[in-house]
T-cell receptor
Framework: KAGVTQTPRYLIKTRGQQVTLSCSPI?????VSWYQQTPGQGLQFLFE???????NKGNFPGRFSGRQFSNSRSEMNVSTLELGDSALYLC????????????FGPGTRLTVT | KNEVEQSPQNLTAQEGEFITINCSYS?????LHWLQQHPGGGIVSLFM???GKKKHGRLIATINIQEKHSSLHITASHPRDSAVYIC?????????????FGEGTQLTVNP
């Protein structure tokens, strides 16, 4: 099976712009979680989608949003970008909402200038 | 105090040494994960534990639910083991796949 894929891998944006990141889970996986990794805060949970519904949301402002499509692919959107949004954004998929092992994608490195 | 704490933060070893990384957590959990992150960012899941002990090759992970503590051991360490090792827990209080992470342990194995 193909692994989790994320596009794009690298992105440079300017403050105030918005960005959309994409994640395609492993075939058959219905749960997709998004995480932000920064040097200062480490890895933090953004949100999880399961069967097109947001099941959990982390402590991030409303500028961060996401969605999941019927084929389980997920997108996350960040509006009105700030310098502090520069980070590695990782998604992970698992077979269902049960505590199954999570499989991580390679990440999208976002730089906001 | 963070919900998940790891020690040490940095660890340097010589090839062949036995390595232990520790993880303590403060919440009730349904599962604990050990993850490996190489430079460049990719994360690989090494273990998922809810009790006892698991072994994959030279890696061993143990968990003590009563003491809220887990350890990751690497036997006969090799320079290719150099990476950041991250402990993450899934709280019993949340549904789904939400993970809370430790700060990671940077391991360097010298030849």
């Amino acid at each position: 099976k193909a692994g989790v894929t994320q596009t794009p891998r690298y992105l440079i944006k300017t403050r105030g712009q918005q960005v959309t990141l994409s994640c395609s889970p492993i075939s058959g996986h219905r749960s997709v979680s998004w995480y932000q990794q920064t040097p200062g805060q480490g890895l933090q949970f953004l949100f999880e989608y399961f069967s097109e519904t947001q099941r959990n949301k982390g402590n991030f402002p409303g500028r961060f949003s996401g969605r999941q499509f019927s084929n389980s692919r997920s997108e996350m959107n960040v509006s009105t970008l700030e310098l502090g949004d520069s980070a590695l954004y990782l998604c992970a998929s698992s077979q269902s909402g049960q505590p199954y092992e999570q499989y991580f994608g390679p990440g999208t490195r976002l730089t906001v200038t | 105090k963070n919900e998940v704490e790891q020690s040490p933060q940095n660890l340097t070893a010589q090839e062949g040494e036995f390595i232990t990384i520790n993880c303590s957590y403060s919440v009730g959990i349904s599962a604990l994960h050990w993850l490996q992150q190489h430079p460049g960012g990719g994360i690989v899941s090494l273990f998922m534990l809810s009790s006892g002990k698991k072994k994959h090759g030279r890696l061993i992970a143990t968990i003590n639910i009563q003491e809220k503590h887990s350890s990751l051991h690497i036997t006969a360490s090799h320079p290719r083991d150099s990476a950041v090792y991250i402990c993450a827990v899934r709280s019993m209080e949340t549904s789904g796949s939400r993970l809370t992470f430790g700060e990671g342990t940077q391991l360097t194995v010298n030849p």
